[in-house]
């Protein structure tokens, strides 16, 4: 059985960072390109961050470039989301997603294959 669990998350001040990892079982995370997406009360879930399966491409949401970084530990069959210089606006619950296919995208959730249930991430004073 497939099961990603994401873990990580917490309050932190606004500036702060927290490290997200999404760890796999039943599945080879090197084998599919993976996504963070991330959903606040009342609002759709985004895509924040993806990486390609096989040459690593990356892609961003615009408002997170130079501030989150995703990457892979094949080692550990694990994903990570550093996250740095943290804004109240961050905050939401955030989901790491694995996608049958060579490249990755975050504008269309429903290409993602299997989901974690989340981790909360908090950014306040």
Do not use: H
Request: hydrophobic content about 35%; glycine content about 12%; proline content about 2%.
């Amino acid at each position: 059985q497939v099961q990603l669990v994401e873990s990580g998350g917490g309050l932190v001040q606004p500036g702060g960072s927290l490290a997200l990892s999404c760890a796999a079982s039943g599945l080879t995370l090197d084998d599919y390109a993976i996504g963070w997406y991330r959903q606040a009360p009342g609002k759709e879930r985004e895509g924040v961050a993806c990486v390609s399966r096989g040459y690593d491409t990356t892609y961003y949401l615009d408002s997170v470039k130079g501030r989150f970084t995703i990457a892979r530990d094949n080692d550990n069959n694990m994903v990570y989301l550093q996250m740095s210089s943290l804004k109240p606006e961050d905050t939401a619950v955030y989901f790491c997603a694995a996608d049958d296919a060579w490249g990755c995208q975050i504008i269309i959730a429903s290409e993602y294959d299997y989901w974690g249930r989340g981790t909360q991430v908090t950014v306040s004073s």
